[in-house]
């Protein structure tokens, strides 16, 4: 083969190897999970079941964590009135990290009928890794309040995660051993992290491939030089 054949052939499997890790390497993961809730409120015992999605956005030195009802939960024997009804859940953490993520969100922005399933909104947390590696996000605990009452509504049915991330903590710490979490509520803004992490969103596949270009084109540069190099060591 001559050397210009086998120099194109260098830069052609570097250019391979290059994709195969790209596809490989997936930011994020995130499922739609149903949770059965059983909801301890002032008038007894309900039950409901909703599908619930857990996204994360990169956001500053962490995430913005948004966890959202695809269906009504509860209800209540009397009209709740605009501004009436408070929500907030908590976050399991797990993989290379543990504990509990606060969510929360606005208060209803319409009256809910009684015994109407009430719709939650969007709540929304910030979470700041301190582990380095993949951490999942499950489901956790719903609490409502309304008119000077709670009902706090628990996941029965050990519910899968529905989001999982991989991510940098400040620093690079390794994950393994205990943690309480490297979580905040969405009003504190969590703490600034000073390592890159990896986004969520579409700007991820092109820092990667900008990372993968320049890679694959020194490779390519390196195999050149040395190849012609040989080249002309074997012709002198």
Not at 166 to 172: H, K, L, N, Q
Request: aromatic share 4%.
């Amino acid at each position: 083969m001559s050397y210009p054949k086998r120099t194109a052939a260098f830069a052609s499997a570097a250019a391979l190897a290059g994709s195969a890790v790209l596809l490989a390497a997936p930011a994020a993961h995130a499922d739609v999970v149903d949770v059965n809730y059983r909801c301890q409120t002032p008038i007894g015992v309900k039950s409901a079941v909703s599908p619930i999605d857990i996204k994360g956005a990169k956001s500053g030195g962490g995430y913005k964590i948004t966890m959202s009802w695809q269906k009504g939960v509860s209800s209540s024997p009397v009209e709740l009135g605009k501004g009436a009804m408070s929500p907030s859940a908590t976050i399991r953490l797990g993989g290379a990290d543990s504990g509990t993520l606060p969510v929360s969100g606005p208060p209803n922005a319409a009256a809910i009928p009684a015994n109407t399933p009430i719709k939650i909104s969007d709540l929304t947390g910030t979470y700041t890794p301190s582990k380095t590696g993949k951490v999942t996000f499950t489901p956790g605990t719903l609490t409502i309040k309304a008119l000077g009452t709670t009902t706090t509504c628990t996941p029965t049915n050990s519910p899968q995660a529905a989001l999982t991330l991989d991510v940098t903590a400040a620093g690079g710490s390794s994950s393994g051993g205990s943690s309480s979490g490297g979580s905040s509520s969405s009003s504190s803004g969590g703490t600034s992290a000073s390592g890159q992490l990896p986004q969520t969103g579409p700007d991820d596949s092109a820092v990667a491939l900008g990372t993968l270009g320049a890679t694959v084109f020194l490779a390519g540069a390196a195999g050149t030089l040395w190849l012609t190099r040989r080249g002309q060591s074997v012709r002198r």
